[in-house]
């Protein structure tokens, strides 16, 4: 079972998700506990009173907003965590059998939730610089804390890329550490770009699109995007995602030939990236950004377009797939190659999306818990 860091309808869908819906596939019973949070409990008492199934997903009660918590009283903040996690373990025990269940732990904002609920097995699913998962600036120390606790407390890790398998052998040697990369289901998106017609917010046809699917946060590089938008004034810059509207994303919006148009729904996001001739990752050279494993990426291949992107973690594991820039003339000169390609090379690039299923990910992690148990 997953205790996720996102809830089950996140509109950027992945890694949890993704696996639980491979593993129940495969037949394995999996739950996907969604972060405790104001938004799950809404969603919590909404099920209830609609009397509806949750499937594999189970919203435990959110303890105070974390805007509150008060970092010098981790201890009252442990009590009242505590509390909630009592409860969580009743849902679960009406699902599970705790001696024999594994927990997959993608935050260490569970830390404090362990010490209620007694799993077989706890790894640690560590897919993002730490970083991603602090709400708060204030709170990065006490994550880093709750951080340190996790990875004593595993029995194994995964991890997405080797910069992460580096920051965790750093903390504890002797922790197994087995590197599970991210995954697309190639087959939803050829089957959803095929069915859907092209977005009616993109722009008109007659000029290539540059296109983007992902969140829009801290760790996108805005004043890449200004220059090489800038250079390439004959393309139209498409971006889709959440994004805080705030600072540089307005004075990228300014740009003439640069379009935000917002989160999309899962199910929309191919048709999105099948109108794109070249998509990109323009990612700045934060910590964020060197230990990513882009979903995004290998969503991009599965539809064989073009990929350039700036330096992420292990940009090798993509088989020479994508372009990698480092500044904004190497990301312009890629792209207008990108351009220049077309279609050459996207049957290779599918294939490469195809072997990296999020069911062969799945099996890959149920290979290392069988391992783990042995």
Not at 285 to 298: D, E, F, L, M
Request: some cysteine; hydrophobic content about 45%; overall charge positive.
């Amino acid at each position: 079972m997953s205790l996720a860091a996102v809830t089950w309808d996140f509109a950027l869908v992945g890694r949890t998700r993704m696996l639980t819906q491979a593993w129940r596939r495969a037949g394995l019973p999996t739950t996907f506990v969604q972060v405790p949070s104001w938004r799950t409990a809404l969603q919590r008492v909404t099920q209830a009173v609609r009397g509806r199934p949750d499937g594999p997903v189970v919203r435990p009660w959110p303890v105070r907003p974390s805007r509150w918590w008060d970092v010098d009283d981790e201890a009252g903040l442990r009590r009242a965590i505590r509390q909630r996690a009592r409860g969580l373990r009743k849902q679960l025990e009406a699902r599970i059998d705790f001696s024999a269940a594994a927990a997959l732990v993608v935050s260490p904002v569970w830390t404090p939730w362990l010490d209620e609920l007694p799993f077989r097995c706890i790894i640690y699913d560590c897919i993002d610089d730490l970083a991603v998962h602090v709400p708060r600036p204030h709170l990065a120390g006490l994550y880093a804390r709750w951080e340190a606790e996790l990875v004593q407390r595993a029995a194994g890790a995964a991890v997405t890329a080797s910069p992460l398998a580096a920051h965790l052998r750093a903390r504890r040697p002797e922790l197994p550490v087995a590197t599970i990369r991210n995954g697309v289901d190639a087959a939803f998106f050829e089957r959803a770009a095929r069915a859907s017609p092209r977005p009616a917010d993109l722009p008109a046809r007659g000029r290539p699109i540059v296109g983007f699917v992902g969140a829009l946060y801290a760790w996108i590089d805005w004043e890449l995007i200004e220059r090489v938008a800038g250079t390439l004034s004959g393309c139209d810059f498409v971006f889709v995602g959440p994004h805080h509207g705030r600072g540089s994303v307005r004075r990228v919006a300014r740009l003439k030939n640069v379009l935000f148009l917002g989160a999309r729904r899962y199910e929309r996001v191919p048709a999105y990236v099948q109108a794109f001739d070249v998509c990109w990752v323009p990612f700045d050279r934060s910590g964020v950004s060197q230990a990513a494993n882009p979903v995004k990426i290998y969503e991009y291949l599965a539809l064989g377009k073009p990929v350039v992107a700036t330096p992420v973690a292990d940009t090798a594991a993509f088989e020479g797939l994508v372009r990698v820039g480092r500044d904004a003339d190497e990301i312009a000169g890629h792209l207008r190659a990108a351009l220049a390609e077309g279609e050459q090379g996207a049957e290779r690039r599918v294939g490469f999306a195809r072997a990296n299923s999020w069911d062969a990910r799945a099996a890959q992690y149920a290979s290392f818990i069988a391992a783990l148990a042995r």
